[in-house]
C-alpha cells in the first residue's frame, strides 16, 4: 500500500568550499556598462569565484539516486578589486555513480535569473571533489561558472 514502504529518508549534509570562475557573455557586459552609476564598468568578463556549498542529500533511492538541495553563496570579482556576492538555491538530483544535475534561483546585485548546474563528484579516503559547471541564461546574455571543492560526509 502507498506510504507503507520503508522510507527512503536519511538527512546527509556535504558542505564544503568552492572556488572557479565565471565567465560573462558580451550582452552581460553590455548590460552591466549601460548603466551610468554602475560599480561594475568596465568590469572583465573572467571573474573569480570564492564560496561555499551547502548541500543537503533529502532522500536516497535503493539504486543509488539521490535528491539534492544545494545552496552557494558566492563573492567574484576580487582579482578586480570588486565585492560581487551571488546566492544559488539549486534543487537536484545525483545518479549513482555521482553525474547530478540541478536548477534553480540565482540571485545577483545585477539580476535574478534562473541557474542550472551539471556535474559529477571524484571519491578518494572518504573526500568528495565536485565539479560542477552551470549556466545563467539572461535577457541580454548568459554566465559561464566552473567551480570545484571538496566535502566530507556529515549526518
Same mark, same amino acid.
Given at each position: 500500500?502507498?506510504?507503507?514502504?520503508?522510507?527512503?529518508?536519511?538527512?546527509?549534509?556535504?558542505?564544503?568550499?568552492?572556488? #572557479?570562475?565565471?565567465?560573462?557573455? *558580451?550582452?552581460?557586459?553590455?548590460?552591466?556598462?549601460?548603466?551610468?552609476?554602475?560599480?561594475?564598468?568596465? %568590469?572583465?568578463?573572467?571573474?573569480? *569565484?570564492? $564560496?561555499? *556549498?551547502?548541500?543537503?542529500?533529502?532522500?536516497?533511492?535503493?539504486? $543509488?539516486?539521490? #535528491?539534492? %538541495?544545494?545552496?552557494?553563496?558566492?563573492?567574484? !570579482?576580487?582579482? *578586480?578589486?570588486?565585492?560581487?556576492?551571488?546566492?544559488?538555491?539549486?534543487?537536484?538530483?545525483? #545518479?549513482?555513480?555521482?553525474?547530478?544535475?540541478?536548477?534553480?534561483?540565482? &540571485?545577483?546585485? +545585477?539580476?535574478?535569473?534562473?541557474?542550472?548546474?551539471? $556535474?559529477?563528484?571524484?571519491?578518494?579516503?572518504?573526500?568528495?571533489?565536485?565539479?560542477?559547471?552551470? +549556466? +545563467?541564461? !539572461?535577457?541580454? !546574455?548568459?554566465?559561464?561558472? &566552473? &567551480?570545484?571543492?571538496?566535502?566530507?560526509?556529515?549526518?
Amino acid at each position: 500500500m502507498p506510504g507503507d514502504e520503508e522510507s527512503a529518508y536519511e538527512e546527509i549534509h556535504l558542505n564544503g568550499p568552492r572556488i #572557479g570562475f565565471t565567465i560573462l557573455s *558580451q550582452g552581460v557586459i553590455n548590460k552591466i556598462n549601460a548603466r551610468e552609476s554602475s560599480y561594475l564598468k568596465d %568590469l572583465n568578463p573572467f571573474i573569480t *569565484q570564492f $564560496g561555499w *556549498q551547502f548541500e543537503t542529500r533529502i532522500f536516497r533511492m535503493p539504486n $543509488g539516486t539521490a #535528491g539534492l %538541495l544545494e545552496i552557494v553563496p558566492l563573492i567574484g !570579482g576580487l582579482e *578586480q578589486g570588486k565585492f560581487i556576492p551571488s546566492i544559488n538555491a539549486l534543487v537536484g538530483i545525483r #545518479g549513482p555513480k555521482g553525474f547530478e544535475f540541478g536548477l534553480g534561483p540565482n &540571485l545577483t546585485p +545585477v539580476s535574478a535569473n534562473v541557474a542550472l548546474a551539471i $556535474g559529477t563528484s571524484f571519491r578518494s579516503n572518504g573526500i568528495n571533489f565536485p565539479v560542477n559547471f552551470a +549556466v +545563467v541564461p !539572461g535577457n541580454g !546574455g548568459a554566465r559561464f561558472s &566552473l &567551480l570545484v571543492g571538496f566535502n566530507s560526509r556529515r549526518r
